[in-house]
């Protein structure tokens, strides 16, 4: 980013981190320039970096929220690597957020806030904005909180009011820096605060003031301008991955002609989905908070009898205590679908930081012979359509189904495209009826699956469990060739659910010198190395899986074709393990385990070295 | 919706029409067999068709009863019964939903749906077959077993204080509470036939007899000689009195019970009058505290029966007054909430 | 062996000695800080070396707690303290174990573990702080929440039944049962030294306040204006009386009790004398229920206190009588047991 | 076996079942056999049949009790596939067991029980003693009730009592047709009987009748010697795979000088293992039924954290709930020995039959990164040393251990020379002192295993919990890198595992055409096969895995020493996945999954086939 003198300068993409105290506003600051940048057309990308404390001290690097913005004029997949401008309100805001910068990256600071408490209170010793630590950066220290209390002098409001305003200076200085209009934010604004119109006015003022400053100080040599992107016409909205899977599961209810049974128990960072699910008690959604997650899984599976569609969605803890009953789920054959929205483990592990690692565990984590269908989705939008095919694949196949997102999708959010819902696949459930001759183990040729007599419905009356079942009857079976086909009959069941999926398709030649592969929420990152190694004349194909259970026909010719495979995976080697074992390939991982989404760079970096072997 | 199971429609069914195809596999001697046989003779009466009823265990030997009724049923996992029966009851609250447990079952590994569903007061029957030992797994001791006992498990004797279930029943807030044992089967039918038409939870405690782990655990109460003078028998409105002549009563003093010779058994001035609806449980924990007293009776029949607002009737109100409010949930609409904008 | 943390060593340890080098990281105002303080007041007094107490803790903001001692510690997995406290306890009787958890972690998914631990009545101090919400998953309804609370897993309130967690306590066998609030640290300091020294478990439910999500959940026992009307302290031996100027009592009917007005504080006749060491749970009971009554004061202090066997003493005794009976274990012995024959 | 007019036939190995009503008696007929063959020096293998059910109704299919015992004059290691001898006690005992038998098998009847009452209880329309259905088997139909009735007339006892001696008359019989000596089991009633002299008699009576009778009667044209095999000298006794898991966690802690701590819950089939070790409260063992399987694990790590050797002992469901904290144990790095008796799942499954189908859930079983080293011993005895080595593993390296046997191996028995303790392998705690600058998460620079700080040691005091830690400190740490550091320390301190361990010997050729490789169970059949086949000349190896992770680093040089790797199996191929991933090796799996552990000709016959190819 050259500069010149308050010349507008012509960006493809940015990155941008707000960051200060919990109390600083920073998530409304953050979703604020979201969606100005989505209204004028560029592609974006988002995510919020919440501290673990539910509201650590003021001025300690532990309470220090973040949120962070990647847009652009060209599609954008991750919320980036590094921070091209970072506003830190605070000394911990601007301590925690160095090691994201880029080399030369622009910093606005809140100098105001850089007391000597504070600093101490960040573990600094000397002030960073005097003793040069900052040197390789842009640093642009303003009073934020005096220029804002003195735009606000005339209103009658306390001091607190005012200070709470500074935020919006902020948000205008970048406005302001990024040439974004500030009327989306002005009707927000007005809208929010219609009852308190001083409030309104405040923050208005705040917001122009700070643009206002920017355009007017010395301080800013340039400005920059990111165009519009090239944007499939239609209604957007932001959405985040834990919105999407909820969305999702609503809208495979109304299609399948059912309702939906929420069981669940809070679990960082899965808990917002059971929020916006008992939200919407008028769509046929039901939600219960059960005493634990046993429970919760327990009473989904009831409700699954009972002829409702079974939900749980819960994170890695929780996973663990479903796992006897995800056996009895198998075993009864019943529809069930299970969000696990992974963090980093083990145990208690980081409960606010991503992970990848629940995979091994979704595919062999039960006791016994007990296959079990997991799919991932790649990105926020994408948690939507994750769900709708689990439960399709639930209720048509009468199964659990695991739905593998993690945190970094569950929080990250990104716009989306309102699909038409006309286009969406249906979902066929396969109800047996009064007048046959039912018999509860009995399976339909073509998918295996047994059908699902609702109680209620005379002369259905049937006893499942746990026990093995007799093939047809349903009836509790000891007998060893029973058994063992019954053992078969499980797994194949669970091979034909490949029947109905949709193949992934690659990216790039259908041969070649490396292949990547991939599942879940490393999309965006790899997309964008991909694409971007790809422009550099770089032979690489990109292959990313959407079921994990069962895999896809054309993956094994597309492995076949590559001299390389290279697995990347927030863990260390899950799908690498899984294809190593089946298609005997000596396939690369490429593993980082730090609570943090693959870097571009990074993995840029290790696909030139192969290439360069 | 209904949250109530349905019971309008005039149904003729039989007991043997409960009767599943399954040959029935507990011991020759189980006390299983008469609750079993006692429970397929209330439901004809209950005028609840038999396709509405879903019978919920868990895992023990008293667990296996779904498979003998040829109604809809789960031998689910151990311990958790009361959640799946939740699930059953919020997705269908028309079907009549019976969980069938054990001591173990519902007092060790699942003790904590029980309380739960207790809580909660979902409109569900739970039977806790307690037999104070573990059958299935051929005799270890259970929370109910007597401390001392000497089990595969407790060679020395167990150290464990037991849980008073009615107790634990009565704190969790439960609706209805009571107790009853397997060789008295025209009591244990007029207490599942009372549990079968309470609003709420019913929890019902059956005393039986394992014959091959735990053979006459209660002697004191099923032993056609003893019994007079062990069991007290609970009648609502009726003075809490026992033995073969009916010729002791329980007298109140502050907060003590004290047994009390009568010289008529006409004669009951000062004798406490059972009052199963009384809206405290302090009352019926005294009742349900003589079980563990050696020297006091042990009551048998229903401790306590309230009725309140239950946990289905709150849910489906709930869901009403949000249709009510925000109309039926219209997808589209839905779809388009929060930021939305359009691109050209 | 001795199975009571041993106090007879008299060690002087400070306040400050408790003070571990963790950062307290709870909201600034949360009501886990007062109850942090009390307890490192009170421990010092109790004649246990700091190397003796283990504090272990499930998940919650609550179960942060052990981070802060400066003694042993485990902050275990969402529910299962009492479970490794158990553990603890059996492995070495000499160690002083307090378990803190909150109304989530101990009585929704780990209230199975709490009430069999005050069943076996092992010797642990169990310090629940009750803010009526979860509090580190940020805001949703709990066990102990009111009916009708809106959170945000219960967007248009929640439809569950609270529990009550001095009745499940008590219901369970637990030996020492009180309650006490965040913000009356004296009173708290008393409780706690009570609870240490009791033999047996000790169960104390703190009302503590989380500024967050459930502010002023028990204003009425915390405001320095209104807590006089709504706080009713026991006091073993003395009458139950409340308000201002103490011109409120309690008075038993039959088993009902009902506030009386007093004409002079002094006269209290026909007052109900608080009794903790009544045998019985009923009595107890019956003051607890009053928390869920709206125009009856609510208890704080120790509800019920007597003294049986310990788990430990129990098990010790056990193992004593075991060897007493076969002498110490020999292994060659024990590898030659069961049929045994020599080929040469 | 051919036939001479009552002469000594000499046969290699035999193979004996006795089958009736749970109440006939059948395995302490077993067991009295099994003591008599053992004492006259034949080698042996042992597996009890219980039925489902405690105590089914007489003369039910369901009800029938079967002991089967395979004894020779060379090493035996397996109960026998097939059976030479049936003794069947009822019309019931037939039909189940029939299957069982090998062409031109012995079949001892008491026909005093092929009433039409029983005949139809056994779901039998004709009599098959009559209706020529037996034509391939020799049937002696002997009156045993009738014999015993009357060999006992003088005797002053109600006839029920004289009925239960009609087990001993049975043993009787077979004693003779095997040439065995009496006083053994006469020994045994008389110490047994010692106070009811009477029924001693009895039993004696019964047992001499029995014998006179097949020695006097034209029934039986010839009888078999089985001569005593060349063993071992030392004292030897009979042992269950159960039992021997008892003993070795007893040894290791006297051992290690810790205290064991027992939290467990009932459960089929490992309750046997809380009900042997509760008996030896004298020998420092602390046994806890816990309330349910969360419980007993939790008991078991707070014991451990408190300075006791914590274990606890499962089958799947319970494996299932101990999900949860197995991570905790996994992140606290205390030492804890878990003993999964495997049974057939998933779900409740069949409890009473065997199946080695946890092994995946073992190894991956968890969510997030979490290594547990795993151990499987091989045969009912084996399991003392896989005990032993378990808690050794578990102590020294701080960590959770998973020991999986199976229903087979903890019902099974054989007779174990019983090894001299001070040949076991010693095992070091690696106590923290008050003295030093105690770091609770500072590692052995050997092992990689942190120091056991005991609660009680002044000047020791730490906390530990599930968030991950920083690195020596044990402090909770968020921090990226540290989280990585941390995930692959706990990682590299499984894999030293291995520099404490005995590589297991390949049993053959080093190379060759075939390896069969293997763990657990299936031991016997395998080394069975194997042994007849090399005797027939061919070509193949066999190596079995002692410890599944880590695995050892000679098996490397193995598998690649071969043209082909079969993995035979009682699952759908848990180790052949593993090794496929490992080595990428196509490995051929041999899986059978019926509840019942393999059979010796089944697995000759697909390894012919593989040679053949
Ligand atoms: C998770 C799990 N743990 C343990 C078991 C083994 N088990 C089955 S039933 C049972 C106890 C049965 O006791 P109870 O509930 O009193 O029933 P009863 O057999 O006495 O009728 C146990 C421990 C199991 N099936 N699943
Ligand atoms: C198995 C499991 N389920 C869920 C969670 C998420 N979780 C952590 S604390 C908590 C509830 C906390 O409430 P409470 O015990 O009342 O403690 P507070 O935070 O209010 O002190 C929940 C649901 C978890 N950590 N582990
Ligand atoms: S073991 Fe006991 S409870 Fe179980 S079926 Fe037999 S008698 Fe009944
Ligand atoms: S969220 Fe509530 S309970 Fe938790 S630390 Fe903050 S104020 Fe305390
Ligand atoms: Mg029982
Ligand atoms: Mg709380």
Redesign the pocket.
């Known amino acids: 980013m050259a500069k010149t003198n308050k010349t507008v300068v012509k960006v493809d993409d940015v990155t941008v981190r707000f960051a200060g105290d919990s109390g600083d506003g920073i998530q409304l600051t953050g979703k604020q320039f979201t969606r100005t940048t989505a209204l004028i057309g560029n592609e974006l990308s988002t995510f919020p970096d919440f501290p673990a404390e539910i509201r650590a001290p003021a001025g300690t690097t532990y309470g220090v929220s973040g949120f962070q913005i990647h847009f652009g004029s060209h599609p954008i997949y991750t919320p980036g690597d590094k921070v091209d401008v970072l506003v830190a309100m605070n000394p911990a805001a601007l301590k925690v957020n160095l090691k994201y910068l880029k080399p030369n990256a622009i910093i606005i600071v809140n100098v105001d806030n850089f007391t000597e408490r504070n600093l101490r209170l960040a573990g600094y010793t000397q002030n960073p904005l005097e003793d040069g630590s900052l040197k390789g950066y842009q640093v642009y220290p303003v009073q934020i909180t005096e220029l804002t209390r003195k735009a606000l002098e005339e209103l009658e409001l306390s001091q607190k009011e005012k200070d709470r305003c500074k935020n919006f200076f902020a948000l205008g200085v970048v406005y302001w820096l990024y040439s974004r209009p500030l009327e989306p934010t002005i009707e927000w604004i007005q809208k929010k605060f219609a009852k308190r119109p001083e409030l309104a006015k405040a923050n208005i003022l705040a917001l122009k003031a700070g643009r206002n400053f920017a355009e007017s100080t010395e301080l800013f040599a340039s400005h920059y301008k990111v165009e519009p992107a090239k944007i499939k016409p239609g209604i957007y909205r932001n959405i985040t991955g834990n919105e999407a899977l909820s969305l999702g599961i609503i809208v495979a209810g109304r299609k399948a002609g059912l309702d939906i049974f929420v069981g669940s128990y809070p679990i960082t960072p899965a808990s917002d989905i059971l929020h916006e699910l008992s939200i919407h008690k008028n769509f046929g959604v039901k939600t219960f908070q059960a005493e634990d997650e046993i429970a919760a899984i327990g009473a989904a599976l009831g409700a699954s009898f009972a002829g409702n569609l079974g939900v749980t969605a819960t994170s890695g803890p929780g996973m663990a205590l479903k796992t006897?009953f995800m056996n009895l789920a198998v075993m009864t054959e019943l529809p069930l679908v299970v969000f696990d929205v992974q963090r980093a483990g083990p145990s208690t592990g980081m409960p606010t930081k991503t992970e990848q690692a629940d995979l091994l565990f979704a595919m062999y984590g039960r006791p016994g012979e007990s296959p079990v269908p997991i799919v991932a989705p790649r990105s926020p939008s994408d948690c939507f359509y994750a769900a709708y095919e689990a439960a399709r694949v639930a209720i048509q196949f009468m199964t659990p189904v695991i739905v593998l997102s993690d945190l970094y999708l569950a929080n990250g959010a990104e716009p989306w495209l309102i699909p038409d819902l006309e286009t969406l696949p249906p979902i066929s459930k396969n109800l047996a009826q009064t007048d046959e001759d039912y018999l509860p183990y009995q399976r339909d040729p073509q998918t295996l699956a047994r059908k699902w007599a609702l109680p209620g419905t005379p002369g259905l009356e049937h006893r499942i469990g746990g026990l093995e079942k007799e093939e047809n009857t349903g009836n509790v079976s000891y007998d060893p060739d029973n058994h063992e086909k019954m053992v078969k009959l499980r797994a194949e069941k669970i091979e034909r659910v490949r029947d109905i999926l949709t193949e992934p398709e690659i990216d790039g030649p259908d041969e070649g010198e490396l292949l990547i592969l991939s599942w879940g929420s490393t999309y965006g990152t790899i997309v964008t190395a991909v694409k971007e190694l790809r422009d550099e004349g770089k032979d690489v194909s990109h292959y990313h899986l959407r079921w994990l259970n069962p895999l896809p026909r054309n993956l094994e010719y597309y492995i076949r074709n590559f001299n390389n495979v290279l697995i990347p995976e927030v863990n260390l080697g899950h799908l690498s393990r899984i294809i190593r074992d089946r298609y005997l390939v000596d396939a690369i991982p490429f593993n980082r385990v730090k609570g943090q989404p693959l870097m571009v760079q990074e993995l840029k970096e290790t696909i030139d070295q192969i290439l360069a072997r | 919706m209904a949250t109530q199971p349905s019971n309008t429609i005039p149904v003729k069914i039989r007991k043997q029409d409960f009767s599943s195809d399954q040959e029935v596999r507990w011991c020759p001697g189980c006390g299983?067999y008469a609750i079993l046989a006692t429970l397929k003779r209330v439901l004809p009466d209950l005028g609840i068709p038999r396709e509405k009823y879903v019978f919920v265990s868990?895992?023990?030997?008293?667990?296996r009863f779904p498979y003998y009724m040829n109604t809809y049923g789960i031998h689910s996992?151990?311990?958790r019964a009361p959640t799946i029966a939740t699930g059953i009851r919020l997705a269908n609250p028309e079907l009549s939903v019976w969980i069938i447990?054990?001591?173990?079952?519902?007092l060790?590994?699942g003790g904590n749906h029980l309380i739960h569903i207790m809580r909660r007061n979902v409109n569900v029957n739970i039977i806790l077959?307690?037999?104070e030992?573990?059958?299935?797994?051929k005799g270890?001791y259970?929370p109910t077993s007597p401390k001392g006992q000497v089990t595969k498990s407790s060679p020395y004797g167990s150290i464990d204080n037991p849980f008073n279930p009615i107790k634990v029943a009565l704190a969790s807030g439960a609706t209805f509470v009571a107790r009853t044992v397997d060789r008295d089967t025209k009591h244990m039918a007029e207490v599942f036939r009372q549990a079968a038409q309470h609003k709420g939870v019913s929890f019902v405690e059956v005393y039986?007899n394992?014959v091959i782990f735990n053979d006459g655990a209660f002697r004191e109460v099923t032993d056609p000689q003893e019994k007079w003078e062990h069991a007290l028998y609970l009648e609502h409105g009726k003075p809490l009195v026992f033995g073969k002549e009916k010729k002791k009563g329980l007298k109140l003093t502050g907060f003590h019970l004290e047994v009390v010779e009568l010289e008529d058994p006409e004669q009951t001035d000062g004798i406490l009058v059972h009052d199963q609806f009384n809206p405290d449980t302090a009352y019926a924990t005294l009742l349900a505290e003589l079980t563990d007293k050696p020297d006091m009776p042990i009551p048998l029949g229903i401790f306590r029966s309230i009725e309140t607002e239950t946990y289905e009737e709150a849910f489906f109100r709930q869901i009403e007054e949000v249709k009510k409010m925000k109309g039926e949930g219209d997808l589209k609409q839905l779809m388009l909430t929060g930021d939305t904008w359009k691109v050209d």
């Open positions: 006897e | 299983d868990g895992i023990g030997c008293s667990s996992i151990h311990g447990t054990g001591d173990g079952d519902g060790s590994i077959f307690n037999n030992i573990y059958g299935l797994t270890q259970s039986q394992c």
